[in-house]
């Protein structure tokens, strides 16, 4: 493709060069850089991709987008743009043949929720005979094909690329998580989507947003500009949680038609006669297609607005109720998301992914509500990131638990034990016994908490002090199978570990 015909989506300030150049790739890493490139010099918060236009050059790079023009290199052609991320999306969409556009497409975004909602989205699509690829936190898939997700939303030259090859694969349709990094970044703002969904907003990510209403603004794009219909896909829906006080404000500025969803009696897609039991969720689904009852095999009150998330995408996007019926009701495992680990000892033992106060509390609600002895919870904060939810998640663990073993997550770059200081000072003030690790090997009779900076020895201690009919909640990690230590990642799977423990147990190792 010639260049001048990539910058005809991008309204350049100012251009240098031969324009009618070949561009064989594009290129944000000056490392993955071959002839023929065309190199976007990113500003990130580490580095400056202007730094980089030289090194781009000699692996091969024609051409450079910058912003930037005091930079601009003498022996290459540029294009000067204000954005340079912006054009990098809308670039990569044209250089990949616009793979979104003949395509229905469901972008689901929120703090948490994103990924169940997709595993659902899929099972709805595929009751309606239209087969899905899903681009989420935890693989990035079609069919038989499946590929980790090193990110949620992948930056948009590898996410263009990506949903050519899963179109031309055959995947009829595109499910995506949407991050607010994303959506800060830019990185979707080449796709064209036919449904936009809004899960909720809750306290996350504020090592990377300033406060919450800079965290909202980075979702709202999604609602407010890339959702918009326009002449290639004139027909848009927002899909949006209006029992959230946020979801309540983008139903206010969605640039599209909405489809609200809750449990309000004003919600366009609303779940009544609820009832929620360790068989999983059963009522009466209310929907614009007509009523039908319902039961679902996940558990718990956060996964029924996930399933009231799922049936208002399929409705946006105009499928029959009863393929929507049937996509709920399908046996929807996700992985880490209240995952069963098996054992003959009586337990039930769960990993789950929540990371954040509001999602360790939905998911310990949750394990209270169907609780028959006592619930023993193991969690850590990571390192590097929001060190305002560690007391917060400390505290609602201490709530809702009988015994809270804390420990680590990924640590990253910060000490461990600093780490479960700071999370401590959550559950120290409500007065509950500390215990000394080494004192629960006997077992435990109060309710309290410990710390063990080893999450191997935490969960082994779960297993030594559980008893018939408790539930074990290992929380934080979920689908990860690996622990960020320092800045090396070493294997380390909660799922794993836990079954390790539990047949230790029970052979009295």
Same mark, same amino acid.
């Given at each position: 493709?010639?260049?001048?015909?990539?910058?005809?989506?991008?309204?350049?300030?100012?251009? @240098?060069?031969?324009?009618?150049?070949?561009?064989?790739?594009?290129?944000?890493?000056? @490392?993955?850089?071959?002839?023929?490139?065309?190199?976007?010099?990113?500003?990130?918060?580490?580095?400056?991709?202007?730094?980089?236009?030289?090194?781009?050059?000699?692996?091969?790079?024609?051409?450079?987008?910058?912003?930037?023009?005091?930079?601009?290199?003498?022996?290459?052609?540029?294009?000067? !743009?204000?954005?340079?991320? =912006?054009?990098?999306?809308?670039?990569?969409?044209?250089?990949?043949?616009?793979?979104?556009?003949?395509?229905?497409?469901?972008?689901?975004?929120?703090?948490?929720?994103?990924?169940?909602?997709?595993?659902?989205?899929?099972?709805?699509?595929?009751?309606?005979?239209?087969?899905?690829?899903?681009?989420?936190?935890?693989?990035?898939?079609?069919?038989?094909?499946?590929?980790?997700?090193?990110?949620?939303?992948?930056?948009?030259?590898?996410?263009?690329?990506?949903?050519?090859?899963?179109?031309?694969?055959?995947?009829? #349709?595109?499910?995506?998580? !949407?991050?607010?990094?994303?959506?800060?970044?830019?990185?979707?703002?080449?796709?064209?989507?036919?449904?936009?969904?809004?899960?909720?907003?809750? @306290?996350?990510?504020?090592?990377?947003?300033?406060?919450?209403?800079?965290?909202?603004?980075?979702?709202?794009? =999604?609602?407010?500009?890339?959702?918009?219909?326009?002449?290639?896909?004139?027909?848009?829906?927002?899909?949006?949680?209006?029992?959230?006080?946020?979801?309540?404000? =983008?139903?206010?500025?969605?640039?599209?038609?909405?489809?609200?969803?809750?449990?309000?009696?004003?919600?366009?897609? @609303?779940?009544?006669?609820?009832?929620?039991?360790?068989?999983?969720?059963?009522?009466?689904?209310?929907?614009? =297609?007509?009523?039908?009852?319902?039961?679902?095999?996940?558990?718990?009150?956060?996964?029924?607005?996930?399933?009231? #998330?799922?049936?208002?995408?399929?409705?946006?996007?105009?499928?029959?109720?009863?393929?929507?019926?049937?996509?709920?009701?399908?046996?929807?495992?996700?992985?880490?998301?209240?995952?069963?680990?098996?054992?003959?000892?009586?337990?039930?033992?769960?990993?789950?992914?929540?990371?954040?106060?509001?999602?360790?509390?939905?998911?310990?609600?949750?394990?209270?509500?169907?609780?028959?002895?006592?619930?023993?919870?193991?969690?850590?904060?990571?390192?590097?990131?929001?060190?305002?939810?560690?007391? !917060?998640?400390?505290?609602?663990?201490?709530?809702?638990?009988?015994?809270?073993?804390?420990?680590?997550?990924?640590?990253?770059?910060?000490?461990?034990?600093?780490?479960?200081?700071? !999370?401590?000072?959550?559950?120290?003030?409500?007065?509950?016994?500390?215990?000394?690790?080494?004192?629960?090997?006997?077992?435990?009779?109060?309710?309290?908490?410990?710390?063990?900076?080893?999450?191997?020895?935490?969960?082994?201690?779960?297993?030594?002090?559980?008893?018939?009919?408790?539930?074990?909640?290992?929380?934080?990690?979920?689908?990860?199978?690996?622990?960020?230590?320092?800045?090396?990642?070493?294997?380390?799977?909660?799922?794993?570990?836990?079954?390790?423990?539990?047949?230790?147990?029970?052979?009295?190792?």
């Amino acid at each position: 493709m010639r260049l001048e015909d990539l910058a005809r989506v991008v309204d350049p300030i100012a251009v @240098r060069g031969d324009l009618t150049r070949e561009i064989n790739g594009l290129y944000c890493d000056s @490392r993955q850089v071959r002839s023929g490139g065309l190199f976007f010099a990113l500003k990130g918060v580490a580095s400056d991709g202007h730094d980089f236009i030289a090194a781009a050059r000699e692996r091969g790079a024609v051409a450079v987008v910058l912003e930037d023009e005091a930079r601009a290199p003498g022996e290459m052609e540029w294009i000067r !743009v204000r954005d340079a991320r =912006l054009a990098m999306s809308r670039m990569a969409a044209l250089f990949y043949g616009q793979p979104t556009d003949g395509v229905p497409v469901v972008g689901i975004t929120g703090t948490n929720g994103k990924t169940t909602t997709t595993y659902l989205v899929e099972a709805i699509m595929a009751r309606a005979g239209i087969p899905a690829a899903v681009l989420g936190t935890i693989s990035y898939r079609f069919g038989s094909k499946l590929v980790p997700a090193p990110h949620t939303t992948p930056e948009s030259v590898e996410l263009q690329a990506t949903i050519r090859d899963l179109v031309d694969e055959g995947a009829k #349709a595109v499910v995506m998580e !949407v991050s607010s990094h994303a959506l800060e970044q830019r990185r979707v703002d080449g796709c064209r989507f036919d449904v936009a969904v809004f899960t909720n907003l809750t @306290r996350d990510h504020l090592d990377y947003h300033r406060d919450m209403e800079s965290y909202f603004g980075s979702k709202a794009r =999604l609602f407010t500009e890339l959702v918009a219909p326009d002449g290639i896909k004139p027909r848009r829906t927002a899909a949006i949680n209006g029992d959230d006080s946020y979801g309540a404000r =983008l139903i206010e500025s969605s640039a599209a038609p909405v489809v609200s969803y809750g449990l309000a009696a004003d919600a366009a897609v @609303r779940a009544e006669n609820v009832v929620f039991s360790v068989d999983g969720i059963a009522g009466t689904l209310v929907t614009p =297609l007509g009523t039908a009852p319902f039961h679902s095999h996940l558990l718990g009150r956060f996964n029924l607005y996930n399933i009231l #998330a799922a049936v208002a995408a399929g409705v946006g996007l105009g499928l029959p109720l009863d393929a929507i019926l049937g996509g709920i009701e399908d046996d929807v495992r996700v992985p880490g998301r209240l995952e069963r680990v098996p054992n003959e000892r009586g337990l039930t033992v769960l990993v789950d992914y929540a990371h954040t106060g509001d999602a360790l509390e939905n998911v310990l609600k949750t394990v209270s509500e169907l609780a028959t002895g006592r619930i023993i919870t193991v969690f850590g904060c990571g390192g590097d990131r929001d060190r305002g939810k560690r007391p !917060v998640m400390a505290e609602i663990s201490g709530r809702y638990s009988h015994l809270t073993i804390v420990t680590s997550d990924n640590p990253r770059t910060e000490e461990p034990r600093a780490i479960i200081e700071e !999370v401590l000072t959550g559950v120290r003030p409500m007065g509950l016994r500390e215990y000394d690790a080494r004192e629960l090997g006997r077992g435990f009779v109060d309710k309290g908490f410990t710390s063990l900076v080893s999450r191997r020895d935490a969960i082994r201690l779960a297993a030594t002090v559980a008893a018939a009919g408790d539930i074990v909640l290992l929380a934080g990690k979920g689908h990860e199978d690996y622990q960020i230590i320092g800045t090396e990642k070493f294997h380390f799977d909660d799922r794993e570990e836990a079954a390790a423990a539990f047949r230790s147990s029970d052979s009295g190792e």
